[in-house]
């Protein structure tokens, strides 16, 4: 070998735990939480993540207080960390996957649908543990991150196999009170100057004609708060009518002909290890949801 010329090297172990311990703090999102899952002292993940970025040259997070969000390359990244590690997956056999299978979802799924699903699952699947983030995660949460999402479809996400599960049918309901108090002719037209109660982000679902006419007073993650404040006479609430088949309460649906269709669709990624557990998992979801007759 020529003098001065160095040996090609490959990842050495203490590189590939960097690797890993950067994958793991993106799907825990703190560094207290990633020490805890992993069973090290906190300084090692930051003297990880510190010499991952001191030998890539860049930064891989952004810190903001105590909130960790991925740079650009550090998206970029963290494809290749999942690559590497499923790599390792598939290669060393011997080695146990005790990589928790992380579940983001909508509330309303964590809710209903999932424990049936979870269920069934840890049948099959007795040792794979289960991390599922819901509410304001689900809304914020890079699907690279998570092994399977449960929720709205994703647009231009090659890097995603997505399944449809079903269509959500949106439609209004309100309390008699309300009613008696407000009366509304049969018709959507006449759904004027009234206060909406809605999920997060539903009001885009809604015909913009009547947005126009009505105001948002109530957005909320959770449909049982939303159902709550329509009994309490505050407005009209916006609600799946498989979502309000599973709750009791009083509220009178008012247009028996309006739905507002919007698919609920499972992702995960296409180079996942996982896809033995994923799918089954996805399956029981779908027939849960969609019973056989």
């Known amino acids: 070998m020529a003098k001065g010329k160095k040996k090609a090297e490959g990842p050495d172990k203490a590189r590939l735990t960097s690797i890993f311990t950067f994958r793991w703090l993106t799907r825990y999102g703190s560094y207290q939480e990633t020490a805890q899952a992993l069973n090290k002292p906190l300084y090692k993940i930051t003297n990880d993540i510190n010499s991952l970025e001191s030998f890539l040259g860049y930064s891989l997070l952004a810190r903001h207080m105590s909130k960790l969000t991925l740079t ?155 159902i709550k404040m329509a009994e309490f006479n505050m407005g009209i609430a916006l609600i799946p009518i498989e979502i309000s088949q599973y709750m009791q309460h009083s509220l009178i649906r008012i247009f028996g002909d309006y739905e507002v269709q919007y698919p609920l669709s499972v992702a995960f990624s296409k180079t996942s290890h996982r896809k033995e557990p994923l799918t089954f998992l996805k399956n029981i979801i779908y027939d849960i949801i969609n019973p056989k007759l």
């Open 72 to 226: 650009q390359n550090g998206h970029r990244f963290l494809r290749y960390a999942n690559l590497v590690y499923e790599g390792f997956q598939k290669l060393d056999q011997t080695h146990e996957d005790t990589d928790p299978l992380i579940i983001v979802t909508t509330n309303a799924v964590a809710q209903y649908i999932l424990p049936q699903a979870l269920n069934i699952f840890s049948s099959e699947f007795p040792k794979c543990k289960v991390i599922c983030l819901t509410g304001g995660a689900h809304y914020s949460y890079d699907p690279s991150r998570a092994d399977i999402t449960i929720g709205a479809p994703y647009n231009n996400r090659g890097d995603l196999s997505q399944f449809k599960i079903t269509d959500y049918n949106y439609t209004f309901y309100a309390s008699k009170e309300y009613l008696d108090s407000n009366p509304i002719k049969q018709g959507i037209e006449n759904l004027i100057n009234h206060r909406m109660l809605v999920g997060k982000g539903d009001y885009e679902k809604i015909d913009s004609s009547i947005i126009e006419n009505n105001t948002i007073y109530y957005e909320c993650t959770l449909f049982e708060s939303i």
